[in-house]
């Protein structure tokens, strides 16, 4: 039988913590729809997309209402665009557009999946691809784009780093008008997940079946919420604290991908364990960090809390979910969540900081808005010191800055939604040129050799 | 299928009255019911169960959100499952 308290903490949860499913994110494969040209190919990828997912956005909003449990995204990942249109990829911008459209008409939130996987080489068509996407950003809406540069197994790929960090710039420039926004929507991996529901960086990987339901859940407000309710336990008991609340969450993401596969006719794909916060009050990761013992996020002893937490949440997770996958741990990013912004502000978190965090839990440099005067090569050595932390420690680690045209250190920029507010951060001002310039391959680490 | 109600608000005379009848006229059937007064808030916590039900699950949740509106109660109605699911291995 039900037990009353228990009933009551789930309603309180969504109430007054937040608890809700972050994504709801369809995988479709796109290689059946390779035709003869980029137009047509388009058309059959348009068509593709809305008939599998007609359904997600009605489906999602039942669940959520029989279920009393907000689905906050509705999304859409497609196989890496850059592989079907590698017969015609200086034309890829057709399907892009096309998805863009997909999405419009389907009503979801976004869609992901422009993107390449370049993490040993750069092929001829892969560059050309690469070439498109700051057109393609600045003419769609909701699509998604990125780039796997670097893994633990083939190395990391610095023709693709260098080329990526002017990708990135022309980006900014080509949206220069929404603040660079365009790179919002452009993420650069290293060991990219082909299961991850999270945006920008969701694609559907070519492992993957045709049809996939992946659930990205979230909750930093009830972790947040749980460990304020044990102030003066020690830290093996807060782990246990973060563990089962973790659980808990995880549950009701297991319970609504399963039921949404089900209803969609699709493969029931992944839960993503990933605290994801919003620009909310009491939806951060950075305040389940002060709640922990920190005066601000960026002390000293922000890494250690952090590294704590992700593990926790994992653990929890993994008991709950029959399958997890994607990139399950904290998400840290700095204009989505109001700790981190705050933090910022104050002067009391840096970019170095956060480096240091991407080290001990996924993702990455995520969300931070730097001068618009930050060369293309100094984004690109930003993005290979997160590829080697990526590399060496076998984990996803991945770098979403956004260079805001005409605003330096001292000014803010603002998204709206979602993708909340951020101020500009410093970059250390010395060249890294000469590095970025040589290119090559970063060779892979010595225990990627496990055959 | 079975569903749990909860009606969370101040006390007042008639709400067991109103929420039985608004269910009764939907063909839902009660199969337990607690109540009590937690923190001077009444609080009720039906199991029911809609399977002669004329109404889906979903427009129900929706329904019932509007009847608290008017009579200034918060009503929730979930398939019971999410607590089966979150609170037990």
């Known amino acids: 039988m039900l037990k009353r308290n228990e009933i009551l903490e789930t309603i309180e949860m969504v109430e007054k913590e937040h608890l809700d499913i972050r994504t709801i994110t369809m995988g479709i494969s796109l290689l059946p729809y390779i035709r003869a040209t980029a137009k047509e190919t388009a058309q059959a990828v348009y068509d593709a997309v809305c008939k599998k997912a007609e359904n ?3 489906v999602a909003e039942d669940l959520s209402k029989e279920y009393g449990i907000p689905i906050v995204n509705k999304r859409v990942s497609v196989t890496p665009v850059s592989l079907i249109c590698a017969p015609f990829p200086e034309q890829a911008g057709l399907i892009g557009k096309q998805l863009d459209r997909a999405a419009e008409t389907l009503g979801i939130d976004f869609l992901g999946g422009y993107s390449a996987l370049v993490h040993k080489s750069t092929a001829d068509y892969e560059k ?4 498109t996407i700051p057109e393609v950003l600045a003419t769609t809406q909701k699509l998604c784009s990125s780039v796997n540069v670097g893994s633990s197994k083939s190395g990391i790929n610095m023709d693709a780093v260098k080329l990526m960090g002017e990708v990135v710039k022309m980006t900014a420039e080509a949206t220069k008008d929404k603040d660079g926004f365009g790179c919002a929507k452009l993420v650069v991996f290293c060991n990219a997940v082909e299961d991850n529901p999270f945006m920008a960086g969701a694609f ?5 079946s045709d049809t996939v339901i992946n659930c990205g859940v979230s909750g930093p407000g009830v972790v947040q919420h749980a460990i304020e309710a044990v102030p003066d336990s020690d830290l093996a008991d807060l782990a246990e604290t973060i563990k089962r609340t973790a659980f808990k969450i995880t549950r009701a993401g297991q319970l609504i991908a399963k039921e949404a596969s089900n209803r969609l006719n699709a493969k ?3 839960v993503d364990l990933s605290l994801a916060p919003t620009p909310a009050r009491g939806d951060s990761v950075a305040q389940i960090l002060e709640a922990m013992g920190l005066e601000s996020v960026g002390t000293h002893g922000t890494t250690a809390c952090l590294a704590m937490l992700n593990d926790a949440v994992k653990k929890g997770g993994v008991m709950a979910s029959s ?13 989505e969540d109001i700790g981190m912004i705050e933090a910022a502000e104050r002067g009391d978190i840096c970019l170095d900081k956060l480096e240091a965090m991407t080290a001990v839990c996924s993702v990455g440099l995520d969300m931070i808005a730097i001068p618009g005067k930050t060369s293309a090569s100094t984004i690109s050595a930003i993005i290979a010191d997160e590829a080697a932390i990526g590399m060496i420690n076998n984990k996803t680690t991945a770098v979403r800055v956004i260079p805001v045209p005409g605003k330096d250190v001292g000014q803010e920029v603002n998204f709206g939604g979602l993708l909340g507010r951020a101020p500009i951060m410093p970059v250390h001002d010395k060249s890294s040129d000469k590095f970025i310039s040589r290119g090559g391959l970063i060779p892979a680490p010595i225990h990627s050799n496990k055959n | 299928m079975q569903a749990v109600v909860t009606v969370v608000g101040k006390d007042k005379t008639g709400i067991i009255a109103k929420i039985s009848t608004f269910l009764a006229e939907k063909e839902i059937n009660i199969l337990d019911i607690s ?4 923190d001077k808030y009444f609080t009720m916590i039906m199991l029911v169960d809609l399977s002669a039900a004329n109404v889906k699950l979903a427009d129900l949740a929706e329904e019932c959100k509007e009847l608290g509106e008017k009579i200034g109660m918060s009503i929730h109605v979930q398939h019971e499952e999410i607590f089966n699911t979150m609170h037990s291995v």
Do not use: D, M, N, W
């Open chain 1, 56 to 58: 997600i956005v009605k």
């Open chain 2, 35 to 38: 109540q009590t007064i937690l």
């Open chain 1, 323 to 335: 399958r997890v996958g994607g990139l399950s741990g904290a998400f840290i990013p700095v204009s």
């Open chain 1, 268 to 270: 029931f794909g992944i």
């Open chain 1, 128 to 131: 050309k691809f690469l070439l």
């Open chain 1, 204 to 208: 559907h990987g070519v492992g993957e």
